[in-house]
Every structure is written in structure tokens, then in C-alpha cells.
């Protein structure tokens, strides 16, 4: 067992700079062309792992533009390696899913896009804890247990995702497919910004409202105009008044797009709205709400019609006993490494709320420390790259060892 520290510890140097091989590598959500290029790098990076790779093409997901069409896009592939036992893909408790995304946040556009090394052992760059860091950390834990340990009473499935950062729209029919055939799942986000480990997160929801008025011109034909701005104007209003009526529901009117020339009625407005839910009443209680905006406000004898699209993509992920657990195993492991874990609650989704949805217990938070995701400030911890994968190693090691 040590042994496996010890090996891990003497990768270090390897992680970091593949991780900024990795990262300097653009693989925004809506990049297909940086996505297929990380892709065919990552297929490479987990030949180690000594089993095929399987590249499975996605379903296209629909966007909705600010002009109210709907399009259709395309993601990049899911990898998906099986090592261990249990060579068919049976179904078992056994079973182990070890999934992260390799899409970030940062588009072609960004500023942001190469590694940089800072003090303190830290480096900075796109995606060096969200979540490329973690695809580092799976990597290694991966090879070391395929290295230290007996698998064959086990099933180690890995999985690589493209488009986590847009709510995973395309992968979620592959965990409509594949969540039945394992017993847990471990995900490689990264913990919180103290170090803590995330115990339960809310579930989150986009939905998007377009609605439909009349154009005219402003002056000579003023009142024929049906102001779809004013329209999606009073109905968001509204729909921002359902803030503090359920503790642990918000509601962000976060982007409305309508109009052109100043002169003219306009005849549209996009409307995008996130929330945010703590129970499965919460989800149910928002989306009746939503719904009864849309249907008061849709009013075509009057000249406006409004429609939605969208949905709580990500349930709420909610402590069960499988959950417990698998923490307790992630607490077992730690004590092993002379550790102790924190758990904290998050407002943030991530798949591991689609994986719980679907009756996979999962810890999501099992790739490196750092902080500032989401932004041009985002670092890693280099030393906690071989330290979490050993943490992982551990709880590999006890599940393979019953
Ligand atoms: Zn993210």
C-alpha cells in the first residue's frame, strides 16, 4: 500500500506538466473542433490503463439563440475505458464509475488560455481544477491500482465527458444508458476553495422564454405594436418575486436579449432564467411556477405569445445512505494518508446530482485543491494532485480487497 504512495508521490513532477500539456489545449463547451483535439489527447494519455478505449458519439443537444431559434450542436465524444474483473458489462454492486468532464468554461475568445507557474507550488490556467486536474488524478489513481492491486473481484469503469459546463445536455442520455450497471460512482471536480468535500449540492435549472409581440414603427404606427420587451419586462418581475418564498429556491433572471433600432416596437425577447432547488418539492414547486408564468402571460388574443424550453437538469443531490457510505470510505482512506475530511454543503451542481438522480450514489469532489473556477484566476495545488490520487487509491483499495 505504501508502496502505491510512494509510486504516486514520484509522479508528481509528471502530473504537472501534463496537466499543462492538457490545459493549454482550448476545449471550451462549444469548441468541437478543441473538444475532438482533447479527445484524441486523452485517448492517448489512458493507453496506460492497458484496456481499449471506447469513443462514443453523443446525441446533438438544441440551443435556443437570442433571436429565438433552435438549433441544434454538436459535442465531442464520452471515453470510456472497463478494467478489473467482470469482463462482460454485467450489472454489480461492484461496479465502480470513476467520471469527470474534460469541456471547461474558457471559449475560444477568452484571454485566458495557457498555464502559468506561480508561487508556492500553485499553477494557474484554464480548467487546472475544473476539472483537468481531476482527469490527472483519475489517470494516476487508475494506473495505480491496476499496478498495486488485485482487480479482479471488481469493475473499474472510466469515463470521460464533453460538456459538463453546458448541464451535460448530450451526455445525459449516456447516463440514462450505463448508471444502472454500477454500485458507486467517484467524480474528480474539485473541493471547495477550504479543501472541505462536497456532501450534498442543490439541484439547478435553466429555462429559457421567448416571447412573441408585434413589430411597428414608433411613430406612425405606435399603438399597432405589441412590445414583447415591456411584456418579458413585467412577467420577469414576477417571476423574480418567487425569491424568498421557499427557503431553499432561487431565481436568476440572469440574461434577456430583444429589440434593435430604438425607433422600432420590438417583436421579441429571449429570456433566460436560472434556479436553483433544495428537495425534489422544490423542483417540483418551481417548474409549476414557471409554468403558470408562461401560461398567464401567453395571451394571443392580445398579441404576445410566450413559450419555454428547458428544465431542472440537475436534481438535487441529497445525503442518502449509499452516499454515507461512500463518504465513510473516503474518511477511512484519508485516515490512511494521516488526514481527516471536511464535508460542506454546495449550491453547485455538477453530474454527480444526474448520477444520484439515477440512483448512483457518488463523492463528487474528489480531484484537486485550489480555487478560483470560472475565472481567469483559477489555480491548482500541485502537491494535492499525487495526494488525492492516493486518497482515491485507498478507496479503490478497500473496495477491491471485499
Ligand atoms: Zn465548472
Redesign the pocket.
Known amino acids: 500500500m505504501n508502496q502505491a504512495y510512494d509510486w504516486l508521490q514520484t509522479r508528481s513532477n509528471d502530473m504537472a506538466s501534463e496537466l499543462e500539456t492538457l490545459c493549454n489545449i482550448n476545449s471550451s463547451s462549444d469548441n468541437l473542433d478543441g473538444l475532438l483535439r482533447a479527445a484524441d489527447w486523452l485517448t492517448q494519455y489512458f493507453q496506460p490503463l492497458g484496456v481499449p478505449c471506447e469513443r462514443i458519439e453523443l446525441p446533438t443537444y438544441p440551443v435556443i439563440d437570442d433571436l429565438g431559434n433552435e438549433t441544434n450542436s454538436t459535442t465531442g465524444p464520452a471515453l470510456r475505458w472497463d478494467m478489473g474483473g467482470a469482463g462482460d458489462r454485467g450489472v454489480d454492486q461492484k461496479n465502480v464509475l470513476l467520471t469527470i468532464h474534460y469541456d471547461t468554461?474558457y471559449g475560444l475568445q477568452d484571454p485566458f488560455q495557457k498555464c502559468t507557474l506561480l508561487e508556492g507550488g500553485r499553477m494557474r490556467g484554464p480548467g487546472v481544477i475544473?476539472?483537468k486536474g481531476g482527469i490527472v488524478v483519475m489517470r494516476y489513481a487508475a494506473i495505480a491500482a491496476r499496478k498495486f492491486l488485485d482487480l479482479s473481484p471488481l469493475r473499474l469503469t472510466v469515463v470521460l465527458t464533453p460538456d459538463?459546463?453546458i448541464g451535460s445536455p448530450s451526455t445525459i442520455t449516456l447516463w440514462n444508458k450505463i448508471a444502472h450497471e454500477f454500485g458507486s460512482a467517484l467524480l474528480f471536480e474539485p473541493s471547495m476553495a477550504d479543501g472541505s468535500l462536497v456532501s450534498s449540492r442543490k439541484g439547478t435549472g435553466t429555462f429559457t422564454i421567448v416571447v412573441h409581440g408585434k413589430a411597428a414603427h414608433a411613430g406612425r404606427n405606435f399603438n399597432a405594436g405589441r412590445n414583447a420587451v415591456v411584456h418579458a419586462s413585467r412577467m420577469v418581475a414576477d417571476l423574480h418575486e418567487l425569491n424568498g418564498q421557499r427557503p431553499n429556491v432561487t431565481v436568476n433572471v440572469g440574461r434577456i436579449r430583444g429589440g434593435h433600432a430604438v425607433n422600432v416596437v420590438p417583436d421579441l425577447a429571449v429570456t433566460r432564467v436560472n434556479v436553483r432547488v433544495g428537495s425534489m418539492e422544490d423542483q417540483r414547486w418551481i417548474e409549476s411556477q414557471v409554468q403558470r408564468f408562461v401560461e398567464t402571460y401567453n395571451v394571443p388574443d392580445q398579441g404576445y405569445t410566450v413559450s419555454v424550453q428547458g428544465s431542472i437538469h440537475a436534481p438535487p443531490k441529497i445525503q442518502d445512505e449509499g452516499t454515507n457510505d461512500l463518504m465513510k470510505r473516503v474518511e477511512r482512506s484519508a485516515e490512511k494518508l494521516g488526514e481527516s475530511i471536511r464535508w460542506k454543503e454546495s449550491g453547485g451542481a455538477s453530474d454527480g446530482n444526474k448520477l444520484q438522480g439515477l440512483n448512483l450514489p457518488n463523492v463528487d469532489t474528489l480531484g484537486p485543491d485550489g480555487d478560483g473556477?470560472?475565472s481567469d484566476q483559477e489555480w491548482v495545488s500541485l502537491a494535492s494532485l499525487p495526494r488525492k490520487a492516493s486518497l482515491v487509491f485507498g478507496i479503490l483499495e478497500e473496495m477491491a480487497s471485499e
Open positions: 468554461v475544473d476539472a459538463e459546463e473556477l470560472h
